[in-house]
């Protein structure tokens, strides 16, 4: 059997085991679930007339106010999810299971790599179930054809997949579960930070440029352009670049913490 089958091989061994562990201990993802539909459901309901002036010129209503913070909203939610990885990954390496893994015939990076993929594919399904819940009160997308969904789905997986490598990073070099969580608490703390609840002209002047340019605001607005048909621009390259950018680097960053700590 060739390098390349062995590995897919056990990346694959290794996708199951932590999609079964996700389904038994299911606590975590409900936790980091509950963060974005309260927050929805909060400028929704609680500070949605009030949040609502500050966009489209001071003319929109509660139902154009829904529609201007899902993209944001699952956005967040990616961020979310991918702090559980960080903590499931400083769990594997502190509680022994790296170690017996060291003395077993597998694929060295099968175990980052099932982190990765499993971690992707459960931001996805969040995205879906907070979107079912954005539908539920409102939240419409008439205009957007097949290949604008199609686009977004893409985007949505491509920033899950950069930030959780940054995340595998973070679990990585965190002496225990509680310090991972501490240490990832930034992938849910920049989408505050961004055009997810309001426009970033509306911002004090100071600080609208950290806004516009961080990762989450390129990657919200190209969003909202894919499913509500506002302007993109250059949104759509910026977080192009920034997903890249932040996958390499999250890869070449696991990759030599992870290899360092089995030698």
Request: aromatic share 8%; proline share 4%; glycine share 10%.
């Amino acid at each position: 059997m060739s390098s390349l089958s062995l590995a897919v091989r056990d990346s694959n061994t290794m996708l199951r085991r932590n999609l079964l562990h996700a389904r038994r201990y299911p606590s975590l993802t409900l936790n980091l679930l509950f963060t974005p539909i309260m927050m929805l459901l909060l400028f929704v309901y609680i500070f949605g007339d009030v949040m609502s002036a500050g966009i489209g010129g001071g003319g929109a209503d509660r139902s154009d106010y829904i529609a201007y913070i899902v993209p944001g909203i699952l956005m967040l939610t990616i961020g979310g999810t991918t702090v559980g990885t960080a903590v499931s990954i400083s769990m594997d390496m502190n509680e022994g299971i790296i170690a017996r893994f060291r003395t077993m015939a597998i694929h060295r990076g099968s175990v980052l790599i099932g982190h990765v993929i499993g971690s992707v594919l459960q931001s996805i399904m969040s995205v879906v179930f907070v979107g079912l819940v954005a539908l539920a009160i409102g939240f419409r997308s008439t205009d957007a054809t097949i290949l604008e969904w199609i686009l977004a789905i893409g985007l949505l997986t491509l920033v899950a997949l950069a930030l959780t490598w940054i995340a595998v990073g973070m679990g990585l070099v965190s002496p225990n579960a509680e310090a991972a969580s501490n240490n990832a608490m930034p992938l849910i703390l920049l989408p505050l930070l961004s055009s997810a609840f309001i426009p970033v002209d509306t911002m004090p002047g100071w600080f609208q440029p950290f806004a516009e340019y961080q990762p989450f605001t390129p990657a919200i607005e190209t969003l909202r352009g894919l499913l509500l048909g506002t302007e993109i621009g250059n949104n759509g390259w910026l977080v192009i670049g920034w997903c890249l950018g932040l996958a390499v680097l999250g890869y070449l960053w696991s990759s030599s913490v992870f290899n360092r700590d089995q030698k």
